[in-house]
C-alpha cells in the first residue's frame, strides 16, 4: 500500500521471540505430554513390513474412533502409531486429528503438543496453525495465540479470518502499532473493506497518532483508487476543514471523472456548507454521468431553489418529472419551486401581503403537492392541506375576477418564467 508504518520492524521482531517463546513457554505450562516420537532403530526388513502393517492399523483405527467419537481410543491408536516411529510418514493424517482428540477429551496442553508435532513436520501448515491458535485461546494464553496468529498469515497472507482473529486479540490486549500493521496489512488484500478502514483509523487515533495523516498518505499512495481520495475528503470534512476537502475531492473527480461517490460526497458537503454554486456544479456533473437519474435532477432543482433562480429550478424540476414517471417525490419538488417563488414574492411587496397573481401561484404549489400524496409521497398532505386553507385564492377571489375568464396566468416581474395555468374551480 506504500504506507509506512511506525514499529512494522518492532513487529516482525516481537513475531519471532513470540513463537521462539511459544516453545519454551510451553514446556513449562504444559500437563506431562504423550512420549516423542523414538529414534527410527535399524529394522530388518520383515520388521519394516510388520511395523508398517501396525502402523496402517494405528492410523485406521485412530480415524474410525476419532468418527465415532470415541476420543480416549482414538488418542491411544494415534500415540501407538508415533511410539512405532511413523508420526513423519502419516503426519498429514495424523497431527491435526491427534489434537483434536486431545481437545474433546479436555486436555488441552496435550492437543497444543499434538498440534506442535505435526508443525514439526507440516511447518507451515493452515490447519495445525489454526487449531494451535484455537487451543491457545481456549488456554488464555493470547501473547502465544498472537504469535501463531503472525504465523498464519505469513504463510497465507489472503487468510481474511486470521487476521480478523488477531486484529480482535491485538485490540484487546491493546497493542496498538502492532494492531496498526496487521489491519495495514490487511487492506492490502482487502483494499475496498470499509470496516477495516473505519478500524485503522479509529486505531490511529487509540495509539495517539493523526488519523487525517493516515489517509493522507493512503490516498497519495493510491491516487488509482478514488474510495482512498473520498475517505480522506470525509476525514477533512468531519474537522470541519471544508476547503482542503473540497480541493481533495475535485482533484478526485479531475484523476477518476466517473466516481460518482466523488460527485455526490462534494455536493453534499458544498450544500450543507451553503456552498450553492460548488454544489450545483458538482450535481451537473453527477448528473451527466447518468442523464436518467431523476433524483439528481430534483438535488438540482432545490439547489437552484435555495438560490432564488426559480426558471432553473422549474426546469430541473420538470426534467425529474418526466425522467421519474410522475413519481409522487418529483411534484413534491415542483411544488416547493412555486411555493418559494410564490413567498419571495410577496414578502417583497410592500404590503408584504399576497395579492391574487402570488396566490395563483400558491395554487400551482397546491396542485402538485396533492399530486404528490396522490403519487404516494404522504409528507406532501401536510403543506396540501395548508395552503388549501390559507394561501390559494377563495371564494372572494375569484368573485372579485372577471366572471367571463375561466384561464387564469400570473402577472408580473416576479413571474415572467411561469407558462402554467389556473382554472376557475
Known amino acids: 500500500m506504500g504506507l509506512k508504518v511506525t514499529g512494522r520492524r518492532k513487529t516482525r521482531v516481537s513475531i519471532i521471540l513470540l513463537i521462539a517463546l511459544a ?27 510388520k511395523r508398517d502393517r501396525d502402523c496402517q492399523i494405528a492410523l485406521s483405527n485412530g480415524w474410525e474412533y476419532y468418527k465415532n467419537r470415541e476420543f480416549d481410543s482414538s488418542v491411544r491408536n494415534y500415540t501407538k502409531l508415533v511410539n512405532l516411529g511413523c508420526g513423519e510418514e502419516y503426519a498429514s493424517d495424523v497431527f491435526l486429528y491427534f489434537g483434536r482428540a486431545y481437545i474433546e477429551l479436555g486436555n488441552l496442553d496435550s492437543a497444543v503438543w499434538a498440534f506442535q508435532q505435526g508443525l514439526k513436520y507440516l511447518p507451515g501448515d493452515k490447519n495445525l496453525l489454526e487449531n494451535i491458535a484455537y487451543t491457545l485461546g481456549r488456554m488464555d494464553q493470547p501473547d502465544r495465540q498472537i504469535g501463531y496468529y503472525y504465523q498464519l498469515i505469513e504463510v497465507d497472507s ?16 491493546e497493542k496498538y502499532e502492532d494492531l496498526i500493521f496487521v489491519l495495514s496489512k490487511w487492506l492490502e488484500v482487502e483494499p475496498d473493506n470499509s470496516r477495516v478502514k473505519s478500524d485503522l483509523i479509529a486505531t ?35 474537522s470541519m476543514d471544508f476547503a482542503a476537502a473540497y480541493r481533495v475531492l475535485e482533484s478526485v473527480i479531475e484523476e477518476h471523472p466517473s466516481s460518482k461517490m466523488a460527485y455526490q460526497t462534494l455536493a453534499g458537503a458544498a450544500l450543507d456548507e451553503g456552498e450553492i454554486e460548488r454544489a450545483i456544479v458538482a450535481l451537473k456533473g453527477l448528473y451527466n454521468l447518468n442523464r436518467t437519474d431523476y433524483k439528481t435532477a430534483l438535488e438540482l432543482s432545490k439547489a437552484y431553489t435555495q438560490r432564488g433562480a426559480y426558471a432553473e429550478a422549474l426546469e430541473w424540476a420538470q426534467t425529474g418529472l418526466s425522467t421519474s414517471n410522475n413519481a409522487g417525490e418529483a411534484y413534491y419538488v415542483r411544488a416547493e419551486v412555486y ?15 399576497s395579492n391574487f397573481h402570488d396566490k395563483l401561484v400558491y395554487n400551482m404549489a397546491y396542485e402538485d403537492y396533492s399530486a404528490a ?7 406532501a398532505r401536510t403543506r396540501a ?33 411561469i407558462n402554467r395555468e389556473v382554472k376557475r374551480p
Open 373 to 379: 400524496v396522490a403519487n404516494g409521497y404522504r409528507r
Open 23 to 49: 516453545g519454551i513457554a510451553f514446556v513449562t505450562q504444559m500437563c506431562v505430554p504423550p512420549p516423542a516420537e523414538p529414534e527410527d532403530p535399524v529394522l530388518s526388513e520383515a520388521e519394516k513390513a
Open 339 to 353: 411555493f418559494a417563488a410564490a413567498d419571495e414574492c410577496s414578502a417583497e411587496r410592500e404590503s408584504g401581503l
Open 158 to 173: 489472503t487468510n481474511t479470518e486470521a487476521y480478523k482473529s488477531l486484529a480482535d486479540l491485538l485490540r484487546e490486549q
Open 204 to 238: 490511529y487515533s487509540l495509539a495517539g497518532k493523526d488519523p487525517l495523516s493516515l489517509m493522507q498518505s493512503q490516498w497519495m499512495a493510491n491516487r488509482g483508487t478514488a474510495q482512498y481520495g473520498i475517505d480522506y475528503a470525509r476525514g477533512l470534512i468531519e
Open 385 to 417: 392541506d395548508f395552503l388549501e386553507k390559507n394561501l390559494i385564492p377563495q371564494k372572494g377571489d375569484w368573485f372579485l375576477t372577471d366572471p367571463n375568464q375561466t384561464i387564469f396566468k400570473p402577472e408580473g416581474a416576479c413571474y415572467t418564467w
